[in-house]
């Protein structure tokens, strides 16, 4: 088992689940159950597989919960895309969260490779 809280792509995942939730805060109203909704359920699907997957008894499903992360990832990236061209974002906060995002998708992949080699 891991310890998932030394892992600093959980740390980063839960630091972009408040940037987003606080940015989101500013969507429309009436996509509060629409794709405010559904963004921070991919957002927060992160470093819960990651938990989750920690948790587990071997390095494969634990790699298994790494990859259903890393799929959440990028949901959550299809999710922004579709917020910054509809006008949800200021420039610099749709800038932090696509950047962040783009970091953890490569943290999720080499620690994906580490348990698969």
């Known amino acids: 088992m891991h310890n998932f809280r030394d892992l600093e792509v959980w740390s980063k995942s839960m630091k972009l ?4 939730y ?3 805060l500013n ?5 509060l159950f629409g794709l405010t909704s559904q963004a921070r359920r991919s ?6 597989n990651i938990a ?3 948790g ?3 390095n494969a499903q634990f790699s298994h919960f790494l990859n259903i992360a890393l799929g959440s990832s990028f949901e959550f990236e299809t999710q922004i895309l579709i917020a910054r061209d509809l006008n949800f974002f200021t ?5 932090t969260i696509y950047s962040e995002i783009k970091h953890i998708q490569n943290m999720l992949v080499k620690l994906k490779q580490k348990f698969n080699t």
């Not at 420039?91 to 800038?95: A, K, L």
């Open 91 to 95: 420039n610099d906060n749709f800038e």
């Open 56 to 58: 587990r008894d071997t």
């Open 22 to 24: 606080l940015a989101s």
């Open 27 to 31: 969507f429309p109203k009436d996509e």
């Open 43 to 48: 957002l927060y699907s992160i470093p819960s």
């Open 17 to 20: 689940c408040k940037i987003f």
């Open 52 to 54: 989750e997957g920690a």
